[in-house]
Every structure is written in structure tokens, then in C-alpha cells.
């Protein structure tokens, strides 16, 4: 059996990402379900960490020739969250930053990406008998993205954000206003903000309004004027926070239904939460200037292994789509990354996920992936996947350190020690 372990370097108390880099990957592990603890589910061991971590693994261990050599690689992010993380330092860390960038007029966009729950290859493998396929889940992707309505996640957390920024601009400007009546009289200028949204699902490369709940597909139009629109689709306006949350919770039991079994429902399709944001100024004459933000939040659909793939069928199609736009996404956020100049080739056209985001990725636009694995020992293969994705997102940028991934001493072997040896292994 896989058996995985994670260590993680002090995890400092402010663990925010830095936007000063354009594009950002954070690291966040879930914990165990208490269901999985009461399953006796093997875990990982986990110590807390920096920015980066060390996965050891010792799936070779039943091979008497590498049994002295547990593989150990380091991988760093721009933050790891350990499962001890809760939601509100993982907004405040990863997307917090990007709400004051939407209201100056720029496009953002916000991904979780992780593994597909693998409660079906639990079956398939026949592993039941280690496995309670019902606690067999995922990689906290939508906890991430959505939470719960006790740990709020990242979308209702920026839009609560937004709404409040809003808030204070418009306090600043009329207690402005009281104060200084003269000048206000002179050089007034008042700003107004509207707030819509949209929200779509991406599954099998088709789109779908998940607000109007219309089961048609929409097409995409390449807009010079307005970037890559969704035609027809709905757009609501949102006053409050709260608003927002309807009509999420309205669009997610819109969201494709898996029939083979309801652990997998909507874990296919990406879901696409768009909200934009156009700040009016308006002087005393009544002319006006309109500036426009963008801030896309996704939860995709959970990734798989290429030899998961060889399904037969429906499941085929989904994931090689699936594959197919993952690997667009990465490839596109790793050729923007590219400060070098070199002017690498960027292929939007590759997916509908890269196409509908083609002006939110690159330029002035700020991007921040979420990548979330499990503990589960389960899980292995589906972390070290979703480690090498996520740390080659992040690779070129770091062209220049190039750290990861970094085979660690023999020495180092974590097998039969604690913390503080890996602690100097690392530092070193
Ligand atoms: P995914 O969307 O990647 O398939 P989920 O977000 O549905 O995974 O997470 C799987 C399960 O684990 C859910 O029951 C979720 O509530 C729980 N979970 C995930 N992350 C956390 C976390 N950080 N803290 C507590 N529970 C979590
Ligand atoms: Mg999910």
C-alpha cells in the first residue's frame, strides 16, 4: 500500500500570498473527515509548514532494492495551508488582495483544483474492504470554493468583501462631502458601483447557464469590444452578500447530476462564478466614466490520472475533457507566467474554460490557484498528480530559483524521525 507522509516547514501566522508576483499557487490539505479518523484511515503524517512541503514516498517499500530510498521531493507554493487552515485565513491569504484590484478596473480570476473524489475507483479496485467508499471523498475543492453555511468559502467570503469595500467607498465619499461642502460644490464627482453575475458550468466542453437553470448550450463568442462573451446567458444583479448566495445556491442544483452514483454529482464540470463590477464616476456636469472589473471564482472539475482514463464510454469523454482543459489551464497560466519575454505562445483555443477566460488570465490581470489535496493515503497518486500540476503551473516563473521539485538527500529520510530533522534538511 501507498503510504504517504507530508511535512511541512513552520507555518508562519501571516501566510498571505504575494501579489507582488503575478500569478500565485497556494497549497491547502484537508483534513481528516472525522468519519475517516473513526475509519481509522490512514493519513498522512503532517507537520506544519511554510511555503513549502515535503511528500515522501514509500510505495516502493515492499521492493527490496529501494527499500533503503523512500523518495522524498520538495515542493514549494506561494502559500500552504495546512489542515488546521480555516477558511477565512485561506480567503484572507489567496483573495482578499484581488478585491481591490476588481474595484480598480482589473480582471481576476480564482481557481480550486484538485482530484476527482475517488469513491468510484474505490469500487473498481475492489478496495471496499479498506475503504468505506463514503468517506472516500475529495480533495476539498468545493469546501474551498463554496464552504459551508457555518465556514462560509471563498466566494461568499469575497463577495461579503466586495460589498463591503463598496460600502466604504461610498461612506468616504459623503462623509467627504458633509466635511467639505465648498469642495464638494467645486470638484464633486460621485462614484456609483454595480454588481452582476453570472454563473455557468463547463461539462464534456459544453456550456450551460446555471442561473436560468436552461438546459441548452451556449456558444461563445469571441467580442472585440467586450472580451469572450457567453451568449444569452443570465446576468443577475446582486446588491449584498446575501444575494449572492441565493442565487448560488439556486444555480448549484442546476449543476449536471452524475447518474452513476450522488458522491460524484457535479464533480465532472467546472462551475464558473463571474461577477462584474463597473464603477461609474460621474462629475456635476452628469458626464461620466465607467471602469469595468472582472472576477472569475472556479471550482473544477476534479482531475484524474491518465490511467484512470482507459474507462470506458461516458466516463472516457468527461475525463478527457477534463484533462483537456486542465491541461489548456495550465499551460496557459504557465506561458503568461513567463516573465522572460521570450513572448511564449499562449493557445487559448485550446478549451472552452481557457477561451471563456481569455481576458482574465495574463496582461494586468491577477490569477491565484487554490491546489487541494487529501491526507488519505488513498489518495497518493492523485496528490503527487495534483503537486507536479500545480508546482508546473507555478514553474516557469520561478525559472530563476527553479526549486522544485528537489530530490532530498538520502540522509534525509523522515521514516524514523520527527520535525526537526527535516527542519534543517529544508533550511539547508
Ligand atoms: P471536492 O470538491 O474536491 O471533491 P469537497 O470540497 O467536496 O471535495 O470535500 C470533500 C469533503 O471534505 C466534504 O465533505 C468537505 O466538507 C470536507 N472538507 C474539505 N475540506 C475541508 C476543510 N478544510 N475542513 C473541513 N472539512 C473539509
Ligand atoms: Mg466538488
Known sequence: AHVLRIQLLAWPKSNAVDHFGKDAVALRIRPLSSKEVKENVSAAIKIAGKKSLVVTDFSDAQDPL???RPREKLYE??????ETASQVQVFEGTTKTLVDYVLQGFNTTVFAYGYLSTAWRVKELNLTRFYNTSSATGAGKTYTMQGTPENPGIMPQTLDHLFQQIKKASR???SHGNANPQQNATSATSQSYKVTLSYLEIYNENIRDLLSGRPDYLELWEDRLRGNVVSGIERVEAKTAADVLDWLEKGNLNRTQEATGANEASSRSHAVLQVFVVKRTCNKKGQYTEQNGKLSMIDLAGSE???DTKNRGMRMIEGASINRSLLALGNCINALSDDSGGGKYVNYRDSKLTRLLKDSLGGNCKTVMI???SPVALNFEET????KYASRTRAIKN???QHAPVLLPKHSSISKTGS?????TLSS
Not at 507554493?77 to 495546512?82: K, L, M, R, S
Not at 526537526?420 to 534543517?424: A, C, D
Open 172 to 174: 468616504i465619499q459623503t
Open 384 to 387: 503527487l498528480n495534483t503537486l
Open 305 to 307: 490520472r491518465a490511467a
Open 371 to 373: 491546489a487541494n489535496i
Open 77 to 82: 507554493f506561494d502559500a500552504v495551508y495546512p
Open 420 to 424: 526537526n530533522s527535516s527542519k534543517s
Open 66 to 68: 529501494r527499500q533503503d
Open 399 to 401: 525559472k530563476v530559483c
